[in-house]
């Protein structure tokens, strides 16, 4: 809410962050340092949905279409956080961000990180989601902030898959009524995606060896498996994730 939003703000040592609450690759996002710049960035946030394909689902409520947050600067990572057909946690995978293109990582390491996989569980176990919950996490001063959570597959999950992590098999699976794969990390380090000739990506120095994961498609935007994890489509669970699978594998990404 805009006016509860101005009400709380305190621009002498905040900026903040406004963004589509039914967001994807970082459209409509605005930055405001004092009042002014929140009021007539928070309509042009609005103007610029109605212009691209988010508007769709931000039509349903445009008054909460809008989401205010407070800046933080910070390392961020990428959990992949996935639950089987009942809602039970399965695995947590912990990516830390290097590189970032339209709201795609295009670097990443896969990591141990404890406190992070503890919170993915705890997340799990609240929402109880199924299939795989795509959640942004900014580590501050010691401190966790959730910034995004997508009940899709995200951007990040070709790291993932490529560490060992195969999520798309035991979807397969599930549907198929075979024994569950393993879903542990099978190799951590850092991973990029495979850049097109002209482009210039310096890689940071945290690890001698990167893996290319290579040029994969956009399967994890599948509209399918989003209605699925948030329980409003009509087909049963295992039809729509065997559809999502069947497209995944018809790329050559399994």
Request: aromatic share 8%; with cysteine; hydrophobic share 40%.
């Amino acid at each position: 809410d805009l006016d509860k939003a101005i009400e709380y703000a305190d621009f002498n040592n905040k900026t903040y962050i406004l963004k589509p609450r039914w967001g994807m690759g970082s459209l409509s996002i605005f930055e405001a340092e004092n009042k002014k710049e929140l009021e007539v960035l928070y309509e042009k946030a609005k103007r610029s949905i109605q212009k691209s394909y988010l508007r769709f689902e931000s039509n349903a409520d445009m008054n909460r279409a809008i989401l205010i947050q407070e800046k933080i600067k910070g390392d961020e990572f990428g959990l992949d956080i996935f639950n089987d057909l009942e809602g039970e946690n399965l695995s947590v995978t912990v990516k830390r961000k290097y590189a970032m293109r339209s709201g795609e990582t295009d670097i990443a390491e896969v990591t141990e990180n404890s406190e992070l996989e503890a919170v993915g569980k705890k997340i799990a176990k609240s929402l109880s989601h199924i299939g795989n919950l795509d959640m942004d996490i900014l580590l501050s001063d010691g401190k966790a902030y959730i910034i995004d959570m997508n009940a899709r597959f995200g951007g990040g999950y070709p790291f993932t898959h490529n560490a060992g992590v195969n999520e798309l098999e035991a979807i397969i699976r599930f549907c198929s009524g075979k024994e569950l794969n393993d879903l542990s990390v099978k190799k951590y380090g850092l991973f990029a995606k495979e850049i097109s000739s002209g482009a210039r990506v310096t890689l940071p120095v945290v690890s001698s060896r990167v893996t290319v994961v290579g040029q994969l498609p956009c399967f994890v935007h599948l509209p399918l498996a989003s209605l699925l994890a948030v329980r409003v489509c009509p087909l049963p669970a295992s039809s729509v994730y065997l559809i999502s699978s069947v497209v995944a594998l018809s790329f050559g990404v399994m």
